[in-house]
């Protein structure tokens, strides 16, 4: 039975994961493998958000301390699922303006913003870690494909091509593959792989149940998955040819919702789970073992943990009442609120500036 996703106004974290990777894909052939662009902890980067504080819901920036917020969008519509680039130069994102989607970019301060599609049926794009490519699912062509595209929205180029549906496409960290999910054996959604143009397409999940949310780690070896083929949702991981798939929760409760994403070392997984019957932030090491509660809050929900480029942990939650952006260490301590607005603060990504960044060939 195909599980229903639900997409909501949503900012997300893009390639802050990505580290040296000796694979590439088959595609290149004999050529040299991509520059790697590695992140490391730093202080000096700029949080992004999306919030309805000003009415409709529009993209924000603040510090890592959550001081001086700036507006970056002022149109029409719903912005959401806004991606920054690694080195924080650019960012795309969604407009939903009376139900027509477009993928817009933008510099990081808000200005040069361009519609780069024009169908009114496209969204969810994400950078490539060179920031070449954007790969993005539009239903243009009757059903929701992966399709990808130049920066400037120039040639946009179909990479599935079936007759159902194809969503959650995520980049590798050396950016020569791409993850993603498809219903198109049987109707059931597994995790599928191919190369960056399209070629190699393979199931990497061919069991009973559902698999959804690929995520990669550090170092391109693993992707993380959520599944059901325990009978519950619990967390998996699978080496990136799909196998030695592991379950590392093993909790009657549903575990995986929202996002995921390592530990720059690769050490630790936060995620989120209702094993305390609410939503709450666990972390645990990156093989399963010991899971722990961060937040501990039986009153409220969190949600969506993604690590900070200073070592925190930002996520959203709603223990004052409405939802707010947080952030604390990797065992709880230092919680803050960020945003501390009535509004409701969404999900959010993080941009690092070049000061955090090495590159290595």
């Known amino acids: 039975m195909k599980r229903m996703s639900v997409w909501g106004g949503v900012a997300i974290v893009s390639g802050l994961l990505v580290m040296a ?11 040299a493998k991509p520059a790697i662009i590695i992140p490391r902890e730093t202080s000096d980067f700029k949080i992004y958000f999306s ?55 933008m510099t990081a301060d808000g200005t040069n913003q361009q519609r780069l599609t024009d169908t009114g049926m496209d969204e969810f794009p994400r950078w490539s870690p060179d920031k070449k490519k954007i790969i993005f699912i539009s239903a243009r ?20 091509r079936t007759e159902i549906d194809e969503t959650d496409a995520k980049w ?35 069991t009973a149940g559902l698999d959804w949310n690929p995520f990669w780690s550090p170092d391109g070896t693993r992707i993380g998955f959520v599944s059901t083929r325990d009978g519950n949702r619990e967390i998996y991981t699978m080496n990136a040819d799909g196998s030695d798939a592991a379950n590392l929760t093993r909790n009657p409760a549903d575990d ?24 709450e932030i666990y972390i645990m090491y990156s093989d399963g073992s010991n899971p722990r509660n961060l937040t501990n809050t039986p009153d409220a929900e969190e949600d969506d943990p993604v690590w900070l480029p200073d070592g925190r942990i930002l996520f959203v939650g709603n223990k004052e009442g409405n939802w707010d952006l947080f952030a604390m260490n990797k065992d709880g301590s230092g919680l803050t609120n960020l945003t501390h607005n009535p509004a409701d603060d969404m999900r959010s990504l993080v941009s690092y500036n070049e000061g955090g960044l090495d590159r290595k060939n």
């Open 21 to 31: 990777c000796g694979q590439t894909g088959g595609f290149l052939g004999g050529h």
């Open 51 to 105: 919030s309805n504080r000003d009415g409709g819901r529009e993209l924000f920036r603040m510090d890592p301390d959550g001081e001086h917020p700036i507006r970056l969008t002022h149109s029409s519509g719903t912005k959401y699922f806004a991606v920054v680039t690694l080195d924080g130069s650019g960012v795309v994102f969604v407009n939903n303006d009376q139900g027509k989607r477009y993928i817009y970019s």
């Open 141 to 160: 062509d009757g059903n929701r494909e992966v399709y990808v595209m130049n920066p400037d929205g120039s040639d946009q180029t179909r990479l599935t």
């Open 172 to 206: 590798s960290p050396d950016g020569t593959r791409i993850a993603y999910v498809s219903t198109r054996l049987g109707g059931d959604e597994d995790i599928y792989l191919m190369n960056a143009d399209g070629s190699g397409q393979r199931n990497l999940t061919d």
């Open 256 to 279: 995986g919702s929202g996002m995921f994403t390592w530990s720059l070392d690769g050490r630790y997984l936060p995620f989120v789970t209702r094993r305390d019957g609410d939503r």
